[in-house]
């Protein structure tokens, strides 16, 4: 059986508390932290509509990348969250894609609550009237009791099809029919909430409204396991095709 992403094997974590002394891991919360805020702001600035997201996300992923090339490559591949890859996720998404590559539950956990703090952050009614730029960025999660409910899986599916599209998008590996990577990007999260308008997708929305553990908990849970499924199907969909 091979890695979490070409097998359905549970990844392994690490639990190594050694990142916490490292001047390197807090910069890259702290950078993780404004782009996730000011990816909020940029939500709200560009209309707060379905390309809204996209181009807020293009703008703010690009700007905090330290990539030479900022491209949409297949999950399965392995590219996308590595040791080297220092860019911001914004997404949680993909803080759980890069958790299960690199197996890193601390950085992992530290890096989905960097963006759930900026998000609150971003919907404090004391910000917004400081920034001027005011938008409704809250959402309501899923308690563990409501997963197979008609939201939870349409939440699920939503989450499922971005991977399924991403990992059957643009990337170095084929570059003659490829999308530009910027346009790729955009038009991917736009799609997300054109399919789902209520769409969660990234659960760090719940800690900006009222929740408790239960919401955080199924929330986070429904997230992770369309990842962990869709990821992996994906894998089995094309693994015997040429990209």
């Not at 293009?58 to 900022?70: G, M, P, V």
């Not at 992992?108 to 703090?117: H, S, V, Y």
Request: aromatic share 18%.
């Amino acid at each position: 059986m091979g890695e979490w992403n070409e097998g359905f094997s549970f990844p392994k974590f690490s639990f190594d508390l050694k990142c916490l002394s490292e001047k390197q891991f807090w910069c890259q919360l702290i950078k993780e932290f404004v782009a996730t805020l000011l990816f909020s702001v940029g939500v709200a600035a560009f209309g707060g509509n379905p390309l809204a997201w996209g181009l807020s996300y293009l703008t703010f992923s690009c700007l905090f990348s330290d990539k030479d090339e900022d491209t949409i490559v297949p999950p399965h591949k392995g590219t996308m969250g590595t040791e080297k890859d220092t860019s911001v996720h914004i997404l949680s998404p993909v803080t759980f894609h890069a958790m299960m590559t690199n197996k890193d539950l601390i950085k992992g956990l530290f890096t989905l609550a960097a963006q759930a703090m900026a998000t609150n952050l971003a919907c404090c009614s004391d910000f917004q009237a400081w920034s001027g730029i005011s938008n409704d960025f809250s959402a309501n999660g899923f308690a563990f009791s409501d997963l197979f409910g008609s939201v939870a899986v349409f939440e699920f599916v939503t989450v499922m099809i971005y991977f399924f599209l991403q990992s059957k998008g643009s990337g170095n590996d084929k570059p003659q029919t490829s999308l530009p990577g910027w346009f790729f990007k955009t038009m991917l999260v736009t799609s997300v909430f054109w399919m789902n308008k209520d769409a969660i997708f990234t659960p760090a929305r719940i800690w900006a409204g009222e929740m408790n553990f239960a919401n955080v908990f199924g929330t986070y849970l429904n997230d992770f396991a369309a990842v962990f499924f869709v990821v992996n199907l994906s894998y089995y969909a094309f693994k015997q095709k040429h990209w």
